[in-house]
């Protein structure tokens, strides 16, 4: 059975950090772009990173660049979102997803409808 299993969210006053974790399964890792959506109330979910976990090339939407870093353990099946200087705007339903031919990273947020897996979401809460 293909499955993502998110968790790491929680509560952080602004500034703080959290990190992320994806465990993927069912499906050959290395063969997939793995990353993160966000979605806040009354707003449309968008695109926060991926990365290639055959060559670790890395995508950021421009609101989380320089605060916020992907990465992956290829031998643990296992996507990581450092989230550092979080604000209060970051403040959403994180959602990990996968897919298989992404013709370029930065397409990532227009692919949202193609994804070949989603995981659970995670809340991540930043207090002011």
């Known amino acids: 059975e293909v499955q993502l299993q998110a968790s790491g969210g929680g509560l952080v006053q602004a500034g703080g950090s959290l990190r992320l974790s994806c465990a993927a399964s069912?499906?050959?890792?290395?063969?997939?772009?793995i990353g993160w959506f966000r979605q806040a109330p009354g707003r449309e979910r968008e695109g926060v990173s991926c990365?290639?976990?055959?060559?670790?090339?890395?995508y950021y939407t421009d609101s989380v660049k320089g605060r916020f870093t992907i990465s992956t353990d290829n031998a643990k099946n296992t996507v990581y979102l450092q989230m550092n200087s979080l604000k209060p705007e970051d403040t959403a339903v994180y959602y990990c997803?996968?897919?298989?031919?992404?013709?370029?990273?930065?397409?990532?947020?227009?692919?949202?409808?193609?994804?070949?897996?989603w995981g659970k979401g995670t809340l991540v809460t930043v207090s002011s």
């Open positions: 990365i290639d976990t055959s060559d670790g090339t890395t």
């Open positions: 069912g499906f050959t890792f290395d063969d997939y772009t």
């Open positions: 997803a996968a897919v298989r031919g992404l013709p370029q990273l930065s397409m990532w947020h227009w692919y949202s409808y193609a994804m070949d897996c």
